[in-house]
T-cell receptor, first 113, second 115 residues
């Protein structure tokens, strides 16, 4: 079962920052927070992951609360190509080869022109 | 680098027929996954390989689904016989450990329609 809760859908205006929330209140100390997205008719695409510190890469920023019970994915300047389903996933961090990556139903983000 | 290759892209069969899907992971990736994605749902893990050994196949319907990964590289997923509820996209992914985390790379999937 997925260990995360996400809103089913969100809209964001093109050019604005898209902030996607995720609750993971049962996360344990060695579990990472991962974000993937899935554009229509494609396989999921890795975006970013983190443990407890905020992370930033060329695609997005990940803000994890101090208690690690929730996080926010930020797309700083959303474009139409960012329209996709975004999945927040919690996964163990000790032996990746033996840990499942379990997807929930995600958040359907629509970028409005 | 080349991505995860899957074939065929689409497949239409009748119920009770057999079907096979092929996956070529990214070179050097030890872990390979097969996921099933039914319309409107998130991907569901069917089987996970580490090299050519099975790590997790707890959600694989073993009475009709089988998978193998010969020589720890390419993999095939077979359904025999297919049922209507097997209509879905079948996604293959491979991964590498990168420092503090693992990143999965997915193929574009095979869309299966069972009539």
């Amino acid at each position: 079962d997925a260990k995360t809760t996400q809103p089913p859908s969100m809209d964001c205006a093109e050019g604005r920052a898209a902030n996607l929330p995720c609750n993971h209140s049962t996360i344990s100390g060695n579990e990472y927070v991962y974000w993937y997205r899935q554009i229509h008719s494609q396989g999921p695409q890795y975006i970013i992951h983190g443990l407890k510190n905020n992370e930033t890469n060329e695609m997005a920023s990940l803000i994890i609360t101090e208690d690690r019970k929730s996080s926010t994915l930020i797309l700083p300047h959303a474009t139409l190509r960012d329209t996709a389903v975004y999945y927040c996933i919690v996964r163990g961090g000790t032996n990746f080869g033996n840990e499942k990556l379990t997807f929930g139903t995600g958040t359907r983000l629509t970028i409005i022109p | 680098e080349a991505g995860v290759a899957q074939s065929p892209r689409y497949k239409i069969i009748e119920k009770r027929q057999s079907v096979a899907f092929w996956c070529n992971p990214i070179s050097g990736h030890a872990t390979l996954y097969w996921y099933q994605q039914i319309l409107g749902q998130g991907p569901k893990l069917l089987i996970q390989f580490q090299n050519n050994g099975v790590v997790d196949d707890s959600q694989l319907p073993k009475d009709r689904f089988s998978a193998e990964r010969l020589k720890g590289v390419d993999s095939t997923l077979k359904i025999q016989p297919a049922k209507l509820e097997d209509s879905a996209v079948y996604l293959c992914a491979s991964s590498s450990i990168q420092g503090r985390g693992e990143k999965l790379f997915f193929g574009s999937g095979t869309q299966l329609s069972v009539l």
